[in-house]
């Protein structure tokens, strides 16, 4: 009889709280969290390799508190000169398309060549509790143990375009602490997914056959991003329905203007499950970073994402700033009020608050 595999994540029942603390702990563990770790000593981590550092560094960039913005602008101000050493590749399709194990194929495949991997994957926040799960360590079970793969989960939260508040900051010390492949898994939200494409040299689209998805192939906006399709699950009796969907797919590109990069999007299909077309997809990725470096594109590129990063930039640092105005917080709720009451409109709210 064979034998079940164990599941990753299992609950204990009957296992209640003893209601028995030790208080002097609890003030311990507090007053570690508190500690903010030297700036230099986090930096010097980095650029040696240490792990720890870094998820202390990607933390402190991911935080809210304004006390350690500070902090955070040296820290990736010192890494950069370190960054911009790798290939940024993203990766986005529709929630159930296997995205994780894609990943985790592609990231074993790559650091059994030496390569070092890292993940940066953005999981969905809840509208209503605006938390999220961050499970794709648990998805990723075998390539989390690689010593040369890095995985970190980042929570969306009311960020859009399916990546995360930081993600750009992230990129930027993975680079300096030596990864040479940066993976962005994306949330995965269909045709708005477009902020990523502002950040990866390649954009690959993951794709199901046999879904109806055929005619997106038709459609503007994502599909027109992608510098790659991959049908993936291409296994078993949905193989057939896979290389169909590769001609309707590849009869579709060829509908779009040729792009400024040179570079012709390809349709491939692939089973990250069996461990298929994995090989053939990062060739064809290290076939693109060769044509767009030869006629320029892939520097040029780069230059125009951090033109987007500083207007970005410097948007979020507006809006930080508004909402985190003592005054603009008080006349807020009394606008708020107003609104709810009838006695003003939204518009004039606004006008009002942004005179301030």
């Known amino acids: ?28 563990f507090k007053n570690k969290r508190k500690n903010i770790l030297d700036t230099d000593t986090i930096i010097n981590g980095i650029l040696i390799k240490n792990i720890s550092s870094l998820s202390r560094a990607i933390t402190l960039i991911e935080s809210k508190n304004p006390n350690h913005s500070e902090q955070a602008r040296l820290i990736i101000k010192t890494c950069l000169p370190h960054a911009n050493k790798s290939i940024r590749i993203g990766i986005t399709g529709v929630p159930g398309v296997g995205k994780s194990t894609f990943i985790e194929a592609l990231g074993k495949h790559l650091t059994s060549q030496g390569k070092r991997v890292a993940v940066l994957a953005v999981d969905p926040s809840s ?7 961050l499970g794709d360590k648990t998805r990723m079970e075998t390539l989390v143990k690689d010593k040369n793969a890095y995985v970190r989960p980042s929570a969306s939260g009311d960020t859009l375009g399916g990546v995360a508040r930081k993600t750009r900051e992230s990129i930027i010390l993975c680079e300096a602490a030596g990864f040479n492949v940066i993976i962005i898994e994306t949330v995965g939200v269909g045709q708005s997914e477009t902020a990523v494409h502002s950040m ?65 999007p390809k349709v491939t299909t692939c089973s990250a499950l069996q461990n298929e077309g994995i090989d053939t997809i990062w060739k064809l990725i290290l076939e693109y970073k060769q044509i767009t470096t030869n006629n320029n594109f892939f520097d040029k590129k780069r230059y125009q994402q951090n033109k987007f990063w500083l207007i970005q930039t410097i948007e979020s640092e507006l809006k930080s700033n508004f909402f985190n105005s003592d005054k603009v917080k008080k006349e807020l709720e009394k606008q708020l009020v107003l609104v709810e009451q009838n006695k003003t409109t939204p518009f004039a709210a606004a006008d009002y608050l942004l005179s301030l």
Request: net charge positive; charged share 25%.
């Open 127 to 133: 509208a209503i509790s605006k938390g999220s799960i």
């Open 200 to 264: 990866v040299d390649f954009f690959l689209l993951l794709k199901l056959a046999g879904a109806g998805d055929e005619l997106q192939g038709l459609k503007r906006g994502i599909i027109e991003m992608a510098d790659a399709i991959a049908i993936n699950k291409s296994d078993g009796d949905n193989l057939k329905r896979a290389k169909l969907a590769q001609v309707e797919f590849n009869r579709a590109l060829h509908l779009y203007p040729e792009k400024t990069s040179g570079w012709q």
């Open 1 to 28: 009889m064979t034998k079940k595999k164990p599941k990753t994540l299992k609950e204990n029942k009957g296992i209640s709280e003893t209601g028995i603390t030790n208080t002097a702990s609890i003030v311990s």
